[in-house]
Antibody
Framework: EVQLVESGGGLTQPGGSLRLSCAAS????????MNWVRQAPGKGLEWVSY????????YYADSVKGRFTISRDNAKNSLYLQMNSLRDEDTAVYYC??????????WGQGTLVTVSS | SYELTQPPSVSVSPGQTVNISCSGD??????ACWYQQKPGQSPVLVIY???KRPSGIPERFSGSNSGNTATLTISGTQAMDEADYYC???????????FGTGTKVTVL
């Protein structure tokens, strides 16, 4: 059974940093592209970042470019999102999602990031 | 940046058919997919590559994509289908995944 479990969310002040993790199991992690997607409270889905299976290709949404860094450790079956210079508008539930044919076929349960003073 | 527009809400009676539209420039030239999200839950992929259903998704869910509009159709709608639905596409010019604005489906 495919499982994606996010962790690392919490409360931080504007300008602060957080590192999210996503532990994958039930599939060959190193064979799949992965993404982070977020959802602000009461709002729609917003794609954040993409990483290829070998980490050779990385993309970011303009809203986080230069502040967030996606990475992965295929030996540990883990995906990461380093978030720096956090803003109020980064408050959201962050999901990791597996990519298949340009769609997100499996999602984690999400981890809540709250940026507030 | 590329945008996908959906109607904010649609309503349907149990057993009837509902169509949810997703509009974007030349969307028919891209692959569209659809997600269902119930309150407090993670999104679930219900249609990918315009019209394919993942394993476990009921046959009452179908999709199409042509011109500037992709459409998700739910036939024989059930109360359990009440949820938010989002379309999504990959924009190769910006290397961005793009989500639609979302549609709340109410089963009356």
């Amino acid at each position: 059974e495919v499982q994606l479990v996010e962790s690392g969310g919490g409360l931080t002040q504007p300008g602060g940093s957080l590192r999210l993790s996503c532990a994958a199991s039930g599939f060959i992690f190193s064979s799949y592209e992965m993404n982070w997607v977020r959802q602000a409270p009461g709002k729609g889905l917003e794609w954040v970042s993409y990483i290829s299976s070998s980490a050779s290709t990385i993309y970011y949404a303009d809203s986080v470019k230069g502040r967030f860094t996606i990475s992965r450790d295929n030996a540990k079956n883990s995906l990461y999102l380093q978030m720096n210079s956090l803003r109020d508008e980064d408050t959201a539930v962050y999901y990791c999602a597996r990519t298949l044919l340009r769609a997100f076929d499996y999602w984690g349960q999400g981890t809540l990031v709250t940026v507030s003073s | 940046s590329y945008e996908l527009t959906q109607p904010p809400s649609v309503s349907v009676s149990p057993g009837q058919t509902v169509n949810i539209s997703c509009s974007g420039d030349k969307l028919g030239g891209k692959y569209a997919c659809w997600y269902q999200q119930k309150p407090g839950q993670s999104p679930v992929l219900v249609i990918y590559q315009d019209s394919k259903r993942p394993s476990g998704i009921p046959e009452r869910f179908s999709g199409s994509n042509s011109g500037n509009t992709a459409t998700l159709t739910i036939s024989g709608t059930q109360a359990m289908d009440e949820a938010d639905y989002y379309c999504q596409a990959w924009d190769s010019s910006t290397h961005n995944f793009v989500f639609g604005t979302g549609t709340k489906v109410t089963v009356l």
